[in-house]
């Protein structure tokens, strides 16, 4: 009886370090509290298992034993609180419209242009070579201008999030493959392959492009600061134009939720009726 009293000792024991540092846990902050609340059913289960134990040992002079079970009990009524009174976790604020009329002045600058440098029509992109939803909607755009030749120009404007490693260097490289002329070859390689700008890949993209492979990376390296300038222009013209993701369109400045050629179109051919 002695060496089964002691077992079940060492085991209460153990439940009760595993209820403590439940609790400490409740305590770290407000997301582990909002997370612990599904626990409230395991919670009474403990209890109940702790409450069968009580019904069997009564009788039972041993004190240690009942001593754990109430301090088990104990500590679950204290965690069970926390949670239940725990803060709750705060509503997200309501997201602001955007408004699709407002024009914004988006500067060409130094960015590459693909398709007629005076067409009437200018759909600014906002881009991540990196960026999945960039690679997706990229041919979207390339149709755009397929349809509308000489009517359409696409605008490239760099805007590599912080947690794609591979979207600034890409853009850069990018900006030296517009050295040789083939901006647009090298961006949809990239696009095309997450951003790889691994040796192997860069080598592919050039071989592929017909690109002066020595030149390019030539222009790569020597050339970085001039790259780092436009591409920390293009993200504060970002900010300043409200662009909170990528890829952000723009068409003749107002920023637009089409992606697709047929919602391209519907705003496309007013503004071209309007010029004619």
Not at 11 to 22: D, E, F, G, S
Not at 47 to 56: H, L, M, P, T
């Amino acid at each position: 009886m002695e060496n089964k009293s002691n077992i079940i000792v060492i085991l209460l024991a153990v439940l009760i370090a595993v209820v403590a540092a439940v609790g400490v846990q409740v305590t770290i902050s407000n997301a582990v509290i909002n997370a612990l609340r599904p626990l409230d059913a395991k919670i009474d289960e403990i209890n109940k298992k702790v409450s069968k134990i009580e019904s069997k040992l009564k009788g039972q002079s041993d004190g240690r034993i009942k001593e754990a079970l109430s301090d088990i009990k104990k500590d679950l009524g204290q965690i069970k609180s926390r949670i239940a009174n725990g803060p709750q976790r705060p509503s997200a604020p309501a997201q602001q419209e955007e408004d699709l009329n407002k024009v914004y002045n988006i500067e060409q600058g130094s960015s590459p242009v693909i398709g007629k440098k005076d067409a009437p029509v200018t759909i600014v992109e906002f881009s991540d070579f990196q960026c999945p939803f960039c690679a997706r909607f990229y041919p979207v755009a390339k149709d755009v201008l397929a349809a509308y030749p000489d009517k359409v120009r696409l605008i490239v404007k760099n805007f590599p999030l912080p947690f794609h490693p591979n979207a600034r260097p890409a853009a850069k490289l990018a900006l030296a493959a517009n050295e040789q002329g083939k901006y647009q070859g090298m961006m949809e390689s990239l696009l095309a392959n997450g951003g790889d700008v691994s040796d192997a890949k860069v080598k592919e993209y050039a071989k592929s492009l017909g690109l002066d492979y020595d030149k390019l990376m030539a222009d790569y390296k020597n050339k970085d600061a001039q790259w780092e300038k436009q591409i920390q222009d293009d993200m504060q013209l970002g900010s300043s134009v409200d662009v909170r993701g990528t890829p952000t369109f723009y068409l003749n400045g107002r920023k637009t939720n089409s992606r697709d050629i047929s919602s391209f179109k519907a705003q496309i051919d007013p503004i071209l009726a309007d010029k004619k």
